[in-house]
C-alpha cells in the first residue's frame, strides 16, 4: 500500500505564544524536559498494565516494561521510548494537538513578562509533553496504540502546526525523538544524562535504561557490544519506607505527581495496616494552580491498587475543599477492576477518605503550630478553600474552624493571620462572643460604623471580606463553646452593655419622638427605626434583622441569577451625634426630611453600598450644602 502523505493540523491561537513563552521562561531550567518525558512514558506504562488486568492480549507477549532513553550524536537526536499503552492516530491529535486548554487565554493574561515569576506560572499550568520543544526544534512521536495495528508518526517544529503520517514497524508504546537545538547538545552525552534521570525520575516504578557507558579501556578490548541497564532506582517511591525516602526523593516525586515545578510544602507518608491496609502519601503544594476555582477540573489524588495504576484524578479520597492535595494512595483491599462508580459507594473508600481527611488536616494543624511562616504563606494561597470546609464538613468543623486566618482590628493592615483560638486566649474581660464583621473589603470592615464603641471598649473585631465569608459565617455557630457575634446584626449584645439596659430603654424612651419621626419619613425604607448602642463617631448605620441576607450573600445571589428575598435593613441612630441632634431640633418639615434621608444614604455608602436613589441623595444634599453656604 502506498504510503499517504502527510495532513498538516494547526494548532489553536494560543498555543504559538505559549510555547515561546514557555521556552523563554524555562530556559535556565531546561533539563526537566527529561523529567516531563519520562513521566509520560511511566504513565502510559502504568495505562497499559492497568488495560491489561481486562484484556491481557494487550500485552501482545511482551510485558518486560522498560523506558529507554538512547542518542545519536551524529544525527544530533535523542529519543526516549516507552512500550507503554501508545496512541492510535485519533489519540495522537487529540492529546499532542492541543497545547491551549480551557483558560488558557486567562492564564496567558496573568503573566508579567518577569522571567522567574513566569515560570513559576507556567509549571503551575503545567507544560508536560511540550517541554520538549526547549530543547528541540523537530519533535517527532513515532507510536502504536497497543492492541491495534497501525503506528503513526507526529511531527512538529513547534510553530504553528503539526503533522501526521502513518507509519510502518513501529513497535507498541511511544518513541519521542527530539532533535536537539544547537545549544543543548550537551544533552548527547550519557553521563550529563544519567545525571538527569536520577535527579528526577528515581523514585518512577519502571526501569529507565540507557546503554552501559564504555570505558576507554573497553574501547582497546575486544569488549562486547554495550547492553542497556537500568539507571535509576525503579521502585514505586510510596512502597518504600519513611526512613529510605530522602526530601530530595520525595520532593523529585511530588513533581512527578503534580506536574508542579516548584518543591511542595509539606508531605505526609503513610502505611496503615489492620481492617484496611492501604499506603498514602499526600503533598501540599505551595502555590494554588491556576484554575483552583474552576470546579469542573477533574482532582483527586492517584490511586493505586497492590501497586498498579488504576486511575489518575480519584476524587472519592479527599472532599472537595481539599482538592489542592496532590499524591497517591495504594489500597491492598480493593477490586483491580474498580470504577469509579464502585468507589462513590464503597464503604472501605469512605472510610479511607475520613481517615485522609483527618490526616490532611493534622499535618495543617501541626504546620500551624510548629511552622507558622509556611502556615500563613499556605493559608495565603489555600486560605479561602479551606473555608468551603468549614462551611461544608461537620465533621471536622471544630478542628477546620481553628485552623482558619483571619484579619482583625488588632492588625496593621489586611493580612490574615488571627486565629481563633489566639483570639480567645486575649479576648477582653466579660467579653462572651467572637466579634466579627463582614464587608466588601478590609478598608470597608475596618472603617465599618457597626463596631465603633466594640473597637472603644479595647474588644477585637475579626474583619472578613471574602467573597465566601457571608455564606461560612451564616452557617457557624460557635467555636469551643464561645458564640460567634455579628456585628451588622441588629440583636448584637456587647459586653457591659447589656447591664444598662434600663439605660438603653431610657435612651429608647427619651427619643420615641425623633424615633417616630424618622420612621415617618423612612418609611418602607426600612423595618424599623432604633435608637444605636454600638456607635460612637457615626450619626447613624444600617444593621441586618437576624434573619437577613447581608449584602454579600445578595450580591451572589444576584450574580447567578437567583432571586432574592426582599428584606429591609433597621435605621439605628446616635443620639449624642451633633447631626442627630441637629435633626432632632429641626422645625422645618421639608429640611427635616431631607437631613434624615441623607443620613439613611449615607449609612448605606459607609458600606462601601450606593444609596437606592443615587440621584435623590445628591440633589438633596445639594439643597443642604446651599443652605449651609447661605445660598
Ligand atoms: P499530561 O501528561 O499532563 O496529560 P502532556 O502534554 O504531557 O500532558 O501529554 C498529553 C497527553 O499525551 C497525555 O495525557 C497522554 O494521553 C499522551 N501522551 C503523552 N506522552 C505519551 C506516551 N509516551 N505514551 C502514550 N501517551 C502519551
Redesign the pocket.
Known sequence: MAQAAPETFGFQTEAKQLLKLMIHSLYSSREIFLR?LIS??S??IDKLRFEAIERPELIEGDADYHIDITFDADAGTLTIA?N????TRD?VIA??GTIARSGTAEFLERLTGDQKKDSALIGQF?V???SAFIVADEVEVR?RGAGTDDGVCWRSRGEDQFTIESASDVPR??Q?VLHLKDDAKEFLDGYRLRAVVRRYSDHIGVPVRMLEERTSSDDDAEAPEPTMEAVNEAKALWTRSRSDVTDDEYKAFYKHVS?DFEEPLSWSHNRVEGKLEYTSLLYLPKRAPFDLWNRDVPRGLKLYVQRVFIMDEAEQFLPLYLRFVKGVVDSNDLPLNVSREILQQDERVTTIKNALTKRVLTMLKSMADKEADDYQAFWDEFGEVLKEGAGEDFANREALLGLLRFASTRGDDNTKNVGLDAYLERKAEGQDKIYYVVAESWEHARNSPHIEVLKEQGIEVLLLFDRIDEWLMSGLDQYKDVQFQDAMRADIALPGKDEESTEGDKADDANEALTERIKTVLGERVEDVVVSKRLSQSPACLVLGQFAMGAQMRRIFEASGQAVPESKPIFEYNPTHPLIQRLDAESDEDRFEDLALVLFDQAALAEGEAPADAAGYVNRLNRLLLELMGG
Open positions: 516531563e509520560n512514558a504513565d502510559a516507552d507503554g499503552i501508545g496512541m489519540e492529546n499532542l503545567g508536560g509533553f511540550y507510536t508504546g511511544a519521542v506536574h
